[in-house]
């Protein structure tokens, strides 16, 4: 079992900038992928970014490129996402995904392929 914690969520103004963090319980944590996905509500949860398990290889989604980095300390069990020049419409619950027996150089965007969630932290962005 992979416990995962958000935190670094809040209150930010447009053009500001956060930073999540996701600290991850077991003793393999270099062995996961991770990523980071967000939800409104009313709306199916939505990739963010995503990380491969040696922090050397990264995607994101449209929304988030050029904006938001996703970052790992595998010697502390944790992932972080940077947000710059936030928007209203990133307001969202993001949470962060563990995924177990990934391949080598390789990250995952889809919610299926993960297999530990975090409970998420509240991010609200305003005008």
């Known amino acids: 079992q992979v416990q995962l914690v958000e935190s670094g969520g809040g209150l930010v103004q447009a053009g500001g900038s956060l930073r999540l963090s996701c600290a991850a319980s077991?003793?393999?944590?270099?062995?996961?992928?991770m990523g980071w996905f967000r939800q409104t509500p009313g709306k199916e949860r939505e990739f963010v970014a995503a990380?491969?398990?040696?922090?050397?290889?990264?995607h994101y989604a449209d929304s988030a490129k050029g904006r938001f980095t996703v970052s790992r300390d595998n010697a502390k069990n944790t992932i972080f996402l940077q947000m710059n020049s936030v928007k209203p419409e990133d307001t969202a619950v993001y949470y962060c995904?563990?995924?177990?027996?990934?391949?080598?150089?390789?990250?995952?965007?889809?919610?299926?392929?993960?297999?530990?969630w975090g409970q998420g932290t509240q991010v609200t962005v305003s005008s």
């Open positions: 995904a563990a995924r177990i027996g990934s391949h080598y150089q390789t990250y995952y965007t889809a919610i299926g392929e993960y297999d530990y």
């Open positions: 077991g003793r393999t944590f270099s062995s996961y992928a």
């Open positions: 990380i491969d398990r040696s922090g050397g290889n990264t």
